[in-house]
């Protein structure tokens, strides 16, 4: 529960935050919990034009890479898309984001905690 809630705030940082040259994503969703062998359950959410059905694919992808347990994760990331994501115990990355525009003001994306 408290993932979720920092997942909300995150993306409502996000939304609140505007100046008159940049703009932040104009919509937002809380996507299905994933379960994932080896984490707990992935809260994630949708930031812009990205929908959970469109986002889902990628971050089943991302979350098949294992890597260094507790480290920095190594994420191919869709087109367009930055990316950053952290390693739980068993090397899944099981907590990052994927953006296009500014990490300040992104307009399409999504991130995960478990």
């Known amino acids: 529960m408290v993932r979720r809630s920092l997942a909300v705030a995150i993306v409502a940082a996000g939304l609140g935050v505007c100046s008159a040259q940049a703009h932040a ?4 969703a809380i996507c299905t919990p994933l379960s994932v062998q080896g ?13 959970c059905a469109k986002a889902k694919p990628w971050l089943l992808k991302i979350l ?15 087109t367009g ?3 950053r994501a952290t390693n739980n115990a068993k090397g899944i990355p099981s907590m990052g984001f994927c953006y296009t525009g ?13």
């Open 25 to 28: 994503a104009s919509a937002a």
């Open 39 to 51: 984490a707990k359950k992935i809260q994630w959410s949708v930031i812009g034009n990205a929908s």
């Open 64 to 78: 098949g890479r294992h890597g260094a347990p507790n480290a920095q994760a190594k994420v191919a990331a869709p």
């Open 81 to 83: 898309f930055h990316c």
């Open 102 to 114: 500014t990490i300040k003001f992104p307009t399409n994306g999504f991130q995960w905690f478990g």
